[in-house]
Nanobody, 124 residues
Framework: VQLQASGGGLVQAGGSLRLSCAASGRTGSSNTMGWFRQAPGKEREFVAGINGSGGRRNYADSVKGRFSISKDNAKNTVYLQMNSLKPEDTAVYYC??????????????????WGKGTQVTVSS
């Protein structure tokens, strides 16, 4: 499975971006998918996750109410809509897939596949 994240860029505080993560290879629509981010000098952290059917979603407290995760299984693509962006959202964003049944938790060690990151920079 290969994951390709895109959609990052430079945006002013208060702006919006939509990230996409396209999956190719031996993908499975049942995979739990997650978005993570890593800011300079910080550890990679969970941002948002979604189960295989798309009916269950989870968010980090820092992004609740501002970010929304969704997926289109027909296109093997997961999206992260980011609104009301803040400078502290600046990071490299990664998508990842977990082959395990949905659990509502997203420890990094459980993610089986990772995409290359896409840079999001929010200016103040």
């Amino acid at each position: 499975v290969q994951l390709q994240a895109s959609g990052g860029g430079l945006v002013q505080a208060g702006g919006s971006l939509r990230l996409s993560c396209a999956a190719s290879g031996r993908t499975g629509s049942s995979n739990t998918m997650g978005w993570f981010r890593q800011a300079p000098g910080k550890e990679r952290e969970f941002v948002a996750g979604i189960n295989g059917s798309g009916g269950r979603r989870n968010y980090a407290d820092s992004v609740k109410g501002r970010f929304s995760i969704s997926k289109d299984n027909a296109k093997n693509t997961v999206y992260l809509q980011m609104n009301s962006l803040k400078p502290e959202d600046t990071a490299v964003y990664y998508c990842a897939a977990d082959r395990r049944p949905y659990s509502g938790t997203y420890p990094l060690r459980n993610m089986d596949y990772w995409g290359k990151g896409t840079q999001v920079t929010v200016s103040s």
